[in-house]
Structure formats: structure tokens, C-alpha cells
């Protein structure tokens, strides 16, 4: 699947000499990794060659309160208006599809390219975002890149690129009742390492994936980078199409027929050779949890913190105020945030929700739900999932990757654990000294009432 | 970009493994839209204290660490965000070359489009230079080699192309530009 769709996308193929120059049927921007890019293509008197395959959104310093989001309260963090701002600017002067901060289409980047169709089957897809893995969920090649990359997609629609190797997944048996794709995707990446993806596109493969809806599939290939992968990708099948059909931007009519018989045809031969394979038993698993300061350092949630002789590691769990043989169900939780590109679609909010009806939050315990999209939050409200949250004791906030990475002054205390549907627990991502604990929706929810991290299959 | 043929330097050791970019440069200081001045936020929460005074034990508030251009890092670094503040900040704050055994895809990429060199050594060689920091070493960029204190030469890989730009301060955009009638041929097919 990755030959096919890098070879239908080389411009001109790499030699010993040069890499492949590769064209991009999509390019997605936020506020945060495009400023520069902007700043140098005015330098050279440079325009943008497709505006037509581009588009702007804001979410990594945006505000998440509605005063400031509509109600005209300016923007808390001064540096991050400005940045703000200059989208808007930027996006005016080169003639880029902008949703602003009050447009009902926003939301965070990698949950909208989905939401209107744009994200497709076989297409290249790039971000000045990691987590533009995502989007391989749909058998899309999609990757982040840094800022002067985004300069040369802007400029001339191509990266240069090295083709890098593949690496399937294979996913065999089903998951059991009450473990998620998060626990999944954390147990592969505790298998591999934070690094044992590095230089590989990988493909998850498998009984467990297929049964997989769009989104669950997100939340596995959002997560590849965190294996070290700049991206991963699953095979368009049946629910791909089913999941695109009715989006905004989708192709129409006779031009769908035609999309899906040449997406039908992407998915990797049988018999194909990947540089690295490894099986993992879906039937084995149980909802997973992180207990140190990358996401590879994961354990079951009804085991205990590990030990390891590596200083390293010590360091790690101490900066987590944990201790090897500590029981993972005994600690204790003061913050939950449920949200962000990996967990912030609307079947996240309703597992967590489902978990949540009916309780309240624990004592001392601050839950903040953050829904990915606009979209998202209006589909949750016509659902009244709002006011689960809001009964509950929880806070529910506008679209944007707040918590997950507190760029937006959305943070959690110096020492408090906090257990987060998002991606990263690196040392201070969620605000200095914050200790982040990543699970499911579904933990998440469970560990809010109870006031400590706790195993969600209690609440079924 | 500047040509980078030769670094000669001492170098300044982080043992720790998988150092992460939001280590690097936190997210809090992603906000601003140029890219200058990341220096002074390079590593910030383990180099400053609470009350923002520099922590004296951290390796790059030591004395002997002023002026040092080669950082040597503990395997992988670089994994996480996509943030290219985190080359911008490690350059501003004056160094020229990264050391390590593993390097994340997207920091490595983002580093050579900035002229920072990654140097990708063996794990004899990276853990003799974390034990014995603050030496002085030469890393070439034509030959590809680390030349240590004691004259003993080691290879490192670096792409041709990528040596080719360093060497020469091109910068990729120049060269996508010239090939802008392939790219709109494939345009043209693929419309």
C-alpha cells in the first residue's frame, strides 16, 4: 500500500545523488509551524503554488473558554493573539482558506481533515504537525514536517524525500470487551519502543483493525509517531468508504464511483514483503496505562510500575513521584483531561460520557473535556453528552489541543497527576512538573470518579 | 544557509536517551513567529529552577561548557513534536552539531535544513564521549569523519545530498524551484 501510493505521488524518483521529489495532494496548517514558513516565501517574492490544496485552521494556542473563543475576552497569552493574528495575515495574503477562531468548521487539524472529506485514500498529506499520522488511518501517506518543509510545500506543492522502509503491524484476534484502540496502540508502542519505529512507514494489519471504526483507527495511527514512525497507515476498506461518503468535500456522484473502485485497488498485495514484521495478540490485552515520561513506558492497569536497573528509568519515575512495585490502581489522580487529535472525536467523548453518567467526580479531582472539532461539540451537545460532563463536575470547553500540549495557558499543577486521552507524557508537556498519565476515554472517565487511576471495565 | 565544512569544539554531554523536543524547547515558547532568540529557552526546565535562576549542576550552565558547539546526546533524540523551534533553539544557543547514537526521523531532517549537523556514531565512540565530556573534537564534513583528541578518525554517514548542501550552504527550496517543470507536468497528468 505505501509502494503504491509514494510511487503515484513521485515527481522525479531519487537517484543516488537526490531524493525523490515528491508531490502533496494535501496540505494542512496551523498557527504555530507556519509563521517562518510565511516569513521566507515573502523574502524571495515567492507566492503559494495551490492555494487549492491548502488549508489553515488554528488550535495548538488557542483559547478553549468560550468568552474568549466569542464573547470578545481577549486572548490570555499575548504572544499567543499575536500568533494568531498573523494567520489570519498570512493566510489573507497568500490566498489560503482560513477557519478562524469563531468559524463553526474549526477545530483541531487532524480531526477536521477527516471531518470534511479531505482526508482521503492514497493521497500524500503533510503538516507542520507530528500527529499528521493520523490521517493514514484512511491509507492516506501522511507526515509531519518542520517548518522550512512547510516553506517548500507552500512554494512548490513537494518535499524532497528519501522513500523510507515498511514495517507491518500485525494485529491478529479481536481486542476483549472494555479494551480500547488507545490500549492497543499503547501496547504496541511498549512492545517497539519509542524509537523502534524510527525510518519506517508502518501498516497495522489484522482481524483487530478491520474491525475498527474511522476513528478508533485515528487514535492507532495518531500514535505512530510516538513509536518513532513518521507515519502509519491502515488499508481502505468498506468503513473508509462508509465513513467518507456524506463528508463535505468528498468527490460526488460518478466521480465517487470512480475514487472508490481506484481506492479499492490501494490496499498492500497479498504475498507483499515488508522490511519488518511483527504480530501482536489483540485477545491478550487490557486497558493500558503510562507511568513514566514517554509513552513507551506503559504497563496494565491492574499491574504494578516496573523496575529496571537503568538510571534512566529512576530518573523518569522520579520526576513521576513513583516507585518501582507501586500498584498502578493506587495512584492517585487530581486532574483528567479527555481531548486532543488522538482521543477528541465524538465516540471518544461518548465512551468517556457512557462511563461517566450517572457519577460524580471524585473529591480534589478537576476534569476538563475538550472536544477536537466545532463539529464535534455540536454533534455532542445535540447528544447532550454536555451535560454528562457538566453534571459529573467536569468542565466543557471549545475545540483545540489545550491540555495536551498547554500552549493555550490550559495546564495542569506543578506535581498533580493527571491521567489524558492525549498522546505525550513527556516531563512537563502538560505544564511544568505535571505528570501525565495516558489512557483511554474510557480510564480517563473511571479514574475521575474514583479519584485514582482505575480500571474502566469496573463500570460495565 | 551558511556552508558548514569543518566544526572544531568542545563538546558538552547529555547522557539522557530518548531527549524529547518539548525538552529541547518547551511548548510555551512556540508562540513567537520569528526564529530568533530560542537560546535563551533551550532546555529550559532543566536548566532553570523555579525561580528561573540556572540550575548549577546542569550540564550546560557549567563553566566549561561556554562556548561548546558539539552537544552529545543520549540515544534518540529528538522524538516527539515536529517543532523545528528545537534546531532553531540549539543553534541560537551556539551550537553546531548534534552527537548521538539514534536520531528521531523529523529532528534529524530538521536539523540538516538548518545547518546543524547530526552525527550519528557508534556506540563505543558516543559512550566515550559521554564519559569523558568537554574535549575537544573536529568533526569534517567532507570526509565524514569525527577526529577525537588522541587523532583516532571515525566515520559517521551523511547523505550525499545532504553533505552536498551543506557544503556548499544550498538550501532545498533553491533546488525544488528548478524543478518546477517536472512538477508541472505532474500536474498536468494528475489534474
Known sequence: MFEKVWENHVVVPETADTPAVLFIDLHLTHEVTTPQAY?????????????????????????????????????????????????????????????????SRRGIVHIIGPELGLTQPGKTIVCGDSHTSTHGAFGALAFGIGTTEVGHVLATQCLLQRKPKTFAINVVNQLPAGV?????????????????????????????????????RMTICNMSIEAGARAGMIAPDATTFEYLRNTPRAPKGADWDAAVARWSKLPTDPGAKFDREIDIDAATLVPMVTYGTHPGMVAPVTGHVPSSGDAVFEKALQYMGLAAGQIISEVPVQNVFVGSCTNGRLSDLRKAAGVLRGHKLAAGVKMLVVPGSQAVKRAAEAEGLDQVFKSAGAEWRESGCSMCLGMNGDLVPAGHYSVSTSNRNFEGRQGKGARTLLASPETAAASAIRGRVTDPREFV | MPAVTQIRSRTVALPATNIDTDQIIPARFLTATSKAGFGKHLFADWRYDADGNPKPDFALNKPDAKGAAILVAGRNIGCGSSREHAPWALQDFGFAAVISTEFADIFRTNC?????????????????????????????????????????????????????????????????????????AYERAHR
Not at chain 1, 468568552?67 to 490566498?95: M, R, T, Y
Not at chain 2, 567532507?142 to 577526529?147: K, R, V
Not at chain 2, 577525537?148 to 551523511?158: H, N
Request: hydrophobic content about 40%.
Open chain 2, 112 to 184: 540538516l535544513k538548518n545547518g546543524l549537523l547530526p552525527v550519528l556514531l557508534d556506540e563505543k565512540t558516543h559512550a566515550w564521549l559521554l564519559a569523558n565530556p568537554n574535549i575537544e573534537v573536529t568533526i569534517d564534513v567532507a570526509s565524514t569523519t569525527l577526529t577525537l583528541p588522541d587523532g583516532t578518525q571515525v566515520k559517521f554517514p551523511l547523505e550525499g545530498f545532504a553533505k552536498y548542501c551543506l557544503l556548499n550552504g544550498v538550501d532545498e527550496l533553491g533546488f525544488l524551484l528548478s524543478k518546477n517543470e517536472a512538477i508541472a
Open chain 1, 39 to 103: 516569513t521566507e516565501l515573502r523574502s524571495r517574492g515567492l507566492r503559494l503554488r495551490r492555494p487549492d490544496l491548502t488549508l489553515a485552521t488554528m488550535d495548538h494556542s488557542t483559547p478553549t473558554r468560550t468568552e474568549q473563543v466569542f464573547g470578545g475576552v481577549p486572548i490570555a497569552v499575548d504572544s499567543a493573539a499575536k500568533q494568531v493574528q498573523q494567520l489570519e495575515i498570512n493566510a489573507q495574503e497568500f490566498g489560503v482558506e482560513l477557519f478562524n477562531l469563531q468559524d
Open chain 1, 180 to 216: 480500547t484502540a488507545k490500549d492497543l496502540i499503547l501496547a504496541i508502542i511498549g512492545k517497539i519502543g519509542v524509537s523502534g519505529g524510527t525510518g519506517y512507514v508502518l501498516e497495522y494489519r489484522g482481524p483487530a483493525i478491520e474491525a475498527m471504526s474511522m476513528d478508533e
